[in-house]
């Protein structure tokens, strides 16, 4: 079993930035892909970055990209997102997922080791 902790949500004026964490413990691979998902109230979980085991490949959501910056510490077992110039509309809870495959993928259901997410609130 793998779990998945995240941490650096908070509240957030537009504009700002905030860094979010995932700690990952238990049967960890360096080699697997991660990803970040959010799911706004009343909205399905969407995409939002998924980075290759060895940070090489990267993949951004069209909403995100040149805002955000995902990478990872594998000698940490911990991924980053790096969220700037914070819009209102990023507003959501966000989740870390983990891959058996160390191919990227945009999909929810390609995952499947979750956590539990962290509020994102950025207030206009």
């Known amino acids: 079993q793998v779990q998945l902790v995240e941490s650096g949500g908070g509240l957030v004026q537009a504009g700002g930035s905030l860094r979010l964490s995932c700690s990952a413990s238990?049967?960890?691979?360096?080699?697997?892909?991660m990803g970040w998902f959010r799911q706004a109230p009343g909205k399905e979980r969407e995409f939002v970055a998924a980075?290759?085991?060895?940070?090489?490949?990267?993949y951004y959501a069209d909403s995100v990209k040149g805002r955000f910056t995902i990478s990872r510490d594998n000698a940490r077992n911990t991924v980053y997102l790096q969220m700037n110039s914070l819009k209102p509309e990023d507003t959501a809870v966000y989740y870390c997922?983990?891959?058996?495959?160390?191919?990227?993928?945009?999909?929810?259901?390609?995952?499947?080791?979750w956590g539990q997410g962290t509020q994102v609130t950025v207030s206009s």
């Open positions: 997922a983990r891959r058996r495959s160390s191919v990227l993928a945009t999909t929810p259901g390609e995952y499947v080791y």
């Open positions: 238990g049967r960890t691979s360096s080699s697997s892909a």
């Open positions: 980075v290759t085991w060895n940070g090489g490949g990267l």
